[in-house]
């Protein structure tokens, strides 16, 4: 049987499946899983009863479902201008709402170097807002950067508590994301998986995702302010990427003054122990059961997660909302875009922002570069001064061997001939012979080496004799 992939929006887990029996819960979180072609579960309400109840409030519990096409959004009618007369978004209104619009520069952020903010409210105190393209760079390396990162249901629940000004909110209803979202979200996530890790530079730096986290969809609050009932749609789409990166050059560059350490400490013990030369590179922690942003950071020399929120947007009002009124929400988010001079603008700033990210990228890729050659000449310094170190401690040692082995060899030799009662000498060509100790001086024949003659130490040297040398 052919496996299938399923992918999680809540906690943003993918697994395979043999068979041809959909899965209605993640294996790992446990909630419901929104595939594509899955009929809608029977505890939900058929679509026609919702069809017929649109004008009706809505009840607690259960989703709020529609179709592809009710959502679609409409001819733009309205302009959102801010404060300074900028034309941010052109977008559909419903009858008796009028617009708004604010934005914010976000130089930190070249892909997404402004921040831009959609608004609209009618006289009955309903509001509207839609928030587009926040981004989030988290450094997990950094104490600022832990707990920074929200899945999909914290990150709307905190929201909305703050929003509404209490804790006390309650969740009435979902609104999930349709089929084919869900399936253009895990596509985008791996294709973002891929474009990281072809950033890698051979043995120059390495990156490797750890984990990916996607979600999409809404949530209607209700919350009671004041002793009057207030009732908020916050409606979400969020795609994070965790990763590392280390240097293959700079681990292995650190592995062996290490280990040209732990030699030099080794060898002050044991001269001709050789220490064994390990190239190991770490093992990432890639595991897919690990929640998203709590994967560990062993061995990498930068750990982030990039989280990006490309629609934020939220629906207000103090009366329940019907159907409509939260289809014409979907209406207004749907038809939102981005004004062509706010993009001429937007496009200009990010161009900007992105030669300066190259050029400090480049800068930054050249100290590593330089960084790892210096190490690598101090290394290879090091490691002379260590070879001619360990050749003059072998040559001390070989001397300092030779001269207690001659030392052994003369006391062996003395207490030899003073057992047998003799002298050694050294003969002509270097090999020994004895001779009695009554003779003072011994002479070799020059013309017949074997033939030797003692004297007492007031004979003259013959004629073609040769005296030889006693050995002390």
């Excluded at 819960?25 to 909630?31: A, D, F, N, S, T």
Aim: with cysteine; aromatic share 10%; glycine share 8%.
């Amino acid at each position: 049987m052919n496996a299938q992939t399923f992918f999680c929006i809540y906690c943003g887990k993918q697994f395979e499946r043999n068979g041809t029996a959909m899965p209605k819960y993640c294996l790992y979180c446990g909630k419901e899983l929104v595939i594509p072609g899955r009929d809608i579960p029977a505890d939900d309400p058929p679509a026609e009863n919702v069809a017929q109840k649109e004008s009706e409030p809505l009840d607690a519990g259960g989703f709020v479902r529609f179709d592809r096409g009710e959502t679609a959004p409409l001819q733009s009618n309205a302009d959102f201008v801010s404060s300074d007369h900028v034309r941010i978004f052109t977008g559909w209104l419903p009858e008796g709402f009028s617009g708004s619009a604010k934005y914010e520069p976000r130089y930190e952020t070249p892909e997404f170097p402004m921040l831009l903010w959609g608004y609209a409210q009618n006289g009955s105190g309903a509001s509207m807002f839609c928030r587009r393209e926040k981004v989030y760079y988290i450094n997990k390396l950094t104490p600022e950067g832990a707990g920074v990162f929200r899945p999909f249901d914290r990150y709307l629940d905190e929201n909305a508590a703050a929003i509404l000004g209490t804790n006390a909110i309650r969740l009435l209803k979902r609104v999930p994301a349709f089929p084919e979202s869900e399936q253009k979200l895990y596509e985008t996530l791996m294709q973002r998986k891929q474009q990281i890790e072809s950033q890698s530079q051979g043995n120059l730096a390495q990156c490797i995702v750890q984990g990916e986290y996607g979600a999409e969809g809404g949530k209607l609050y209700e919350a009671a302010i004041g002793g009057k009932k207030q009732y908020l749609l916050l409606y979400t789409v969020m795609l994070a990427d965790e990763f590392g990166v280390f240097s293959p050059l700079l681990i292995q560059s650190q592995q062996r003054t290490n280990q040209l350490l732990q030699s030099m400490q080794f060898r002050g013990r044991m001269p001709f122990m050789q220490m064994p030369v390990q190239q190991t590179m770490p093992v990432i922690d890639t595991d897919p059961n690990t929640p998203f942003g709590f994967h560990r950071t062993d061995g990498l020399t930068s750990n982030s997660i990039t989280w990006l929120i490309p629609v934020f947007a939220g629906y207000q009002t103090d009366t329940v909302p019907d159907k409509a009124a939260l289809r014409d929400f979907f209406r207004f988010l749907n038809s939102l875009k981005t004004a062509p001079e706010t993009e001429q603008q937007i496009g200009q700033l990010r161009e900007q922002l992105m030669m300066q990210r190259m050029m400090d990228e480049q800068q930054a890729a050249n100290i590593m570069g330089q960084m790892i050659q210096d190490q690598q000449r101090s290394f290879d310094r090091r490691s002379e001064i260590m070879r001619d170190l360990n050749e003059h401690r072998d040559t001390v040692f070989q001397q300092r061997l030779a001269a207690d082995n001659a030392a052994f060899d003369r006391r062996s030799r003395l207490q030899h001939e003073s057992i047998m009662g003799v002298n050694t000498y050294t003969r002509t060509d270097g090999t020994t012979v004895e001779a009695d100790i009554r003779y003072d001086r011994v002479f070799q024949r020059e013309h017949d080496p074997s033939l030797l003659a003692g004297a007492p130490n007031t004979a003259e040297i013959p004629f073609g004799w040769t005296e030889l040398d006693r050995l002390k």
